[in-house]
């Protein structure tokens, strides 16, 4: 079992910026690929971004491209999400998600590669 919390969520007017945290398994947390997916109101769980075990490489959804940042700390068991120019249209639940990758030079954006989920944190943006 693998536990992923995450924190930083809250309530933004549009244009604002969020930086939400995962923190994953000391020690082993390099051996995994991360993303972060989002559930907004009557929507379906979708993909926001991902990166690599090493960090080396990222993945972005069209809607969020030059507005999200995704990065990690394996050093601090730690991935981040660091939001921007946050509309409406980003409120949602956000979900850090993981799977063992290591040594994996991409990264699934698909949900159902990822074994194991934090319990989300809700970011909510007003107009």
């Known amino acids: 079992q693998v536990d992923l919390v995450e924190s930083g969520g809250g309530s933004v007017q549009a244009g604002g910026s969020l930086t939400l945290s995962c923190v994953g398994p000391?020690?082993?947390?390099?051996?995994?690929?991360v993303a972060w997916f989002r559930q907004g109101p009557g929507k379906e769980r979708e993909f926001v971004a991902a990166?690599?075990?090493?960090?080396?490489?990222?993945f972005y959804t069209d809607s969020v491209k030059g507005r999200f940042t995704i990065s990690r700390a394996n050093a601090r068991n730690t991935a981040y999400l660091q939001m921007d120019s946050l509309k409406p249209e980003d409120t949602a639940i956000y979900y850090c998600?993981?799977?063992?990758?290591?040594?994996?030079?991409?990264?699934?954006?698909?949900?159902?590669?990822?074994?194991?989920w934090g319990q989300g944190t809700q970011v909510t943006v007003s107009s």
């Open positions: 000391r020690g082993t947390f390099s051996r995994y690929a």
């Open positions: 990166i690599t075990w090493g960090g080396g490489s990222t």
């Open positions: 998600a993981a799977y063992e990758a290591i040594g994996v030079v991409s990264v699934s954006q698909s949900e159902k590669a990822y074994n194991y």
